[in-house]
């Protein structure tokens, strides 16, 4: 029955890791890749987890202003080329990265500022939560019937 519980959590899982990357790219919130392809499924026993990076959450919210990493200038140069945001010169993509950091600093993104969502996680987390539900009510009432 373990083995079966695993199966479950496994299928479920990537179906819910499919449905958020669906979201993610249809939200046109890809820029390089990298935020979807660190989505990664792991399974043991019965036990199960969808992994990302750990700034996942502000796709569905976006950042609130506040402190930003060290590197957070060359965070969004990469973003802009993989965007196919190009500068004159590498002065002006340096200006641009620093009023861009300053503006978020202070403020967050512009979903953060909007107060709005995009929802990239929590339908799929409820309909996989449902299916889950139905699917692992299924087995132990077939368990327990066969049982009796």
């Given at each position: 029955m373990v083995q079966q519980i695993g199966d479950i959590l496994s299928k479920e899982l990537e179906q819910l890791k499919a449905d958020i990357i669906r979201r993610h790219e249809e939200a046109g919130q890809v820029?390089?890749?990298r935020t979807r392809a660190a989505f990664e499924v792991k399974v043991s026993d019965s036990n199960g987890q969808l992994l990302g990076n750990s700034y996942a959450g502000v796709l569905e919210r976006g950042r609130r202003g506040g402190k930003?990493?060290?590197?957070?200038?060359?965070?969004?140069?990469?973003?802009a080329e993989a965007k196919g945001i190009y500068f004159a010169n590498n002065t002006d993509a340096r200006r641009w990265a620093w009023f861009v950091t300053q503006k978020i600093r202070q403020e967050g993104t512009k979903l953060y500022r909007s107060g709005q969502t995009v929802d990239i996680f929590t339908t799929p987390i409820e309909e996989m939560t449902e299916r889950l539900a139905d699917k692992l009510a299924g087995l132990y009432t077939n368990e327990i019937t066969n049982t009796i």
């Amino acid at each position: 029955m373990v083995q079966q519980i695993g199966d479950i959590l496994s299928k479920e899982l990537e179906q819910l890791k499919a449905d958020i990357i669906r979201r993610h790219e249809e939200a046109g919130q890809v820029a390089s890749g990298r935020t979807r392809a660190a989505f990664e499924v792991k399974v043991s026993d019965s036990n199960g987890q969808l992994l990302g990076n750990s700034y996942a959450g502000v796709l569905e919210r976006g950042r609130r202003g506040g402190k930003v990493p060290y590197d957070f200038k060359d965070i969004l140069l990469r973003w802009a080329e993989a965007k196919g945001i190009y500068f004159a010169n590498n002065t002006d993509a340096r200006r641009w990265a620093w009023f861009v950091t300053q503006k978020i600093r202070q403020e967050g993104t512009k979903l953060y500022r909007s107060g709005q969502t995009v929802d990239i996680f929590t339908t799929p987390i409820e309909e996989m939560t449902e299916r889950l539900a139905d699917k692992l009510a299924g087995l132990y009432t077939n368990e327990i019937t066969n049982t009796i």
